[in-house]
């Protein structure tokens, strides 16, 4: 009988592959998922974003309205391609998360063994915490987006002999469009000011062919000089990229409390759009070992780089809240490097026995099972039934669209964001009137809705209910006797 040679299995030798293939569909089956399983609604900052994406045109740029440009544009084609719907106000998250999901593993690939880079994606891209941000309709994925690609481009610079040009001018035009995203601005000092400073980067900069590097700096300047320009055009620009306007001292540490007791705590009252907690004590156990792990090399430039950007998150949470779902960048990290000391120690113990690594494979599976269904149904039924977050989304535009005949008047009345945002609907279908303004009895339409409860001294022909919303009813339907 021929002997079995496990290195010479198919299963064995194209495994990693094979999880990496597996890892890429589960990831794209939740995405493309998302709109049907969480949160079941919009939150008041999709709509927000929504409205500004559909106010979009050729001319925005040249009146100044730069601020997140790449991004309000993906979403108005969405809107336009596919109606006012929820699906099509988070397609861009969608798409930015797939492509955000790719360089985390493609980044984690480069700095780890690809066993270790393996779980650590695992762990990092099906995430509750991650999914919640590929599935949010707002700018704020690429808060994330923008330091994780900058890296990855960085990773392919540092630590070759010769790097290549072409990825040193696709890093200066990465950062260049970055600056147009809320306190990315922050993050192209520190990457400047982390490069300068850092013995090994310093060194790779050395090692930079001097055109390709003049060329690099150009381009740096010509983004900072056209956000000068911007901000000469419409002022209002600085606020918004800072995000620091009125700002005080004390209202700093508040804003840090305020952002990372929702990541963190399991229990808490306040109510945010941040599921809590953000991460799960199993992720954040990996995160610390890999910390302490990291302290001994702490000046190699991928050791240091999470903690810099740990303290560089705190920063900027400082100025603006939800600025902490940075965090999940330099937690994916810290996983990594915790699941490569514990992989270390354990191989240690068993340098020479090839049945000690076998069975590490089923303790390790099981605990990342454990994790990563603990955390997608926390996503999904969290969402769902956690009062202080479920209520900060709604479903009146599904409502709306699916309970409410076209051409109904519905009136928004003392709800400006809604009123906004359901305009869309109006222009862009013509299939509802919508107003802010509920006109004198006899001025009435024989049929029309009222979005909330609205003292017309009569009663509603129909109700329509919402699990969102107290006591159930949401929208209420009038129609004359006639």
């Known amino acids: ?82 109606g006012l719907n929820v699906y099509a106000i988070k397609l861009p998250s969608i798409i930015i998360g797939v492509l955000l999901g790719l360089l985390l593993i493609l980044l984690l690939n480069r700095w780890f063994k690809t066993n270790v880079a393996l779980m650590a994606s695992i762990l990092a891209v ?96 010509l983004g900072l000089a056209s956000l000068v320009v911007g901000a000469i055009v419409s002022p209002g620009i600085i606020s918004e990229i800072l995000l620091a306007p009125g700002l005080t001292f004390g209202q700093f540490f508040t804003n840090i409390q305020e952002a990372f007791v929702p990541l963190f705590s399991w229990n808490t009252t306040l109510e945010s759009v941040f599921l809590s907690p953000f991460i799960g004590l199993a992720s954040i156990a990996l995160a610390v070992i890999g910390l302490l792990s990291t302290a001994k090399g702490f000046f190699a430039s991928r050791n240091s780089i999470a903690t810099w950007l740990i303290i560089f998150t705190i920063f900027l949470a400082g100025l603006n809240p939800e600025s902490a779902i940075l965090i999940l960048l330099p937690m994916a990290i810290l996983i990594a490097h915790g699941l490569r000391y514990i992989l270390d120690k354990w191989y240690d113990l068993f340098p020479d026995n090839p049945y000690a690594r076998i069975i590490a494979i089923f303790p390790i599976g099981f605990f990342l099972g454990i994790i990563i269904i603990a955390g997608i149904n926390h996503f999904i039924f969290g969402y769902r039934y956690i009062p202080t977050v479920a209520n900060e989304f709604s479903n009146d535009l599904t409502l709306l669209t699916k309970k409410i005949e076209k051409g109904t008047t519905i009136y928004v009345v003392d709800r400006p964001v809604e009123y906004q945002f359901l305009k869309i609907l109006e222009q862009s279908s013509q299939s509802y009137v919508i107003s802010d303004t509920i006109p004198n009895a006899e001025e009435l339409p024989k049929s029309f809705a009222t979005l909330g409860k609205q003292d017309l001294k009569q009663d509603p022909t129909r109700i329509v209910t919402s699990p969102k919303s107290e006591n159930s009813d949401r929208i209420y339907l009038y129609s004359s006797k006639e």
């Open 126 to 221: 099906l995430s509750g915490s991650f999914l919640y941000l590929a599935g949010s309709g707002t700018p704020l994925i690429m808060l994330v987006f923008w330091p994780t690609l900058l890296l990855w481009l960085g990773s392919k610079i540092q630590g070759v002999t010769k790097p290549k040009p072409f990825y040193c001018f696709v890093f200066a035009f990465a950062l260049l469009a970055a600056i147009f995203t809320p306190h990315i601005i922050y993050l192209a000092g520190f990457i400047v000011v982390f490069a300068m400073t850092h013995p090994h980067l310093r060194f790779t900069i050395k090692t930079l062919p001097t055109i390709p590097l003049i060329f690099t700096i150009f381009i740096i300047l």
């Open 1 to 82: 009988m021929k002997k079995l040679i496990i290195s010479k299995l198919f299963l064995y030798r194209h495994r990693f592959q094979i999880g990496f293939i597996l890892l890429g569909l589960a990831y794209l089956g939740l995405l493309f998922g998302l709109p049907l399983l969480s949160p079941g609604g919009l939150s008041e900052n999709e709509m927000i974003s929504a409205t500004e994406s559909y106010r979009l045109d050729l001319t925005s740029v040249f009146k100044g309205d730069v601020v997140d440009l790449p991004y309000h544009a993906l979403q108005k084609l969405s809107i336009m391609a596919f």
